[in-house]
């Protein structure tokens, strides 16, 4: 089955710098790839995905980026601001959702 | 906005007991699913459910089991409780499958 790592685990940056977090999936039929963040107290919300004809995608300051050749996808979050601080998580899919170990993201103000 | 409900935030149950986890989505999705998170493992998956009456097997089945008898419902059953089945536990919904799964808030259950 698929596997997805994500690195790494924890991550601190300066409000205003720019953070980037790391997935490689191993199943070469995966063909979505979400983006979760997920809060205190809350589930995990969609923030971003990209699809597998896709190299890269934007939306405001959160973009993705995929290189299907070396099964590897990103998640950039530029001008970091003290909300973004929150749990994210990548997924690959090929019938199911398959989910990283999460990247616990802190802003220091 | 597509909503996932689940019954409870917070469950403490004995070992042994028969735990019930319920999970309500209002969008008409066919398809959904629990999760198990802990720290260090991210999501793992349970069970799922494409349809009505109809569930597979996720990653980590052992020691749970589902039902789904209505579209928009979808049960989470520990047999008998243990304590390494402390844990969030997260429902979710999808519809077609290039769109992103909706999530339910989550249930803490704590097995004592």
């Known amino acids: 089955g698929e596997n997805v790592e994500q690195h790494p685990s924890t991550l601190s940056v300066q409000e205003g710098d720019s953070a980037v977090i790391k997935c490689t999936y191993s199943d070469s039929a995966s063909n979505y790839f979400p983006w979760y963040k997920q809060e205190l107290g809350k589930g995990p919300q969609l923030i971003i995905d990209?699809?597998?004809?896709?190299g890269e995608k934007k939306d405001q300051r959160i973009a993705v980026t995929l290189n299907k050749t070396a099964k590897h996808f990103s998640l950039h979050i530029t001008e970091t601001q003290p909300e973004d601080s929150a749990v994210y998580f990548c997924a690959a899919y090929y019938e199911k959702l398959t989910f990283g170990t999460g990247t616990r993201l802190t802003i220091i103000p | 906005d597509v909503k996932v409900t689940q019954s409870s935030r917070y469950l403490v149950k004995r070992t042994g007991e028969k735990v019930f986890l319920e999970c309500v989505q209002d969008?008409?999705?066919?398809?959904m699913f629990w999760y198990r998170q802990d720290p260090g493992l991210g999501l793992r998956l349970i069970y799922f459910?494409?349809?009505?009456?109809?569930?597979e097997k996720g990653d980590i089945p052992e020691g749970y089991s589902v039902s789904r008898e209505k579209k928009e419902r979808f049960s989470l059953i520990l047999e008998s409780a243990s304590t390494n089945q402390t844990s969030m536990y997260l429902c979710?919904?999808?519809?077609?499958?290039?769109?992103?799964?909706?999530f339910g808030s989550g249930t803490r259950l704590t097995v004592v």
């Open positions: 969008m008409d999705h066919e398809n």
């Open positions: 979710a919904s999808g519809g077609p499958r290039y769109y992103g799964y909706t």
């Open positions: 459910s494409y349809d009505v009456k109809m569930k």
């Open positions: 990209i699809r597998s004809n896709v």
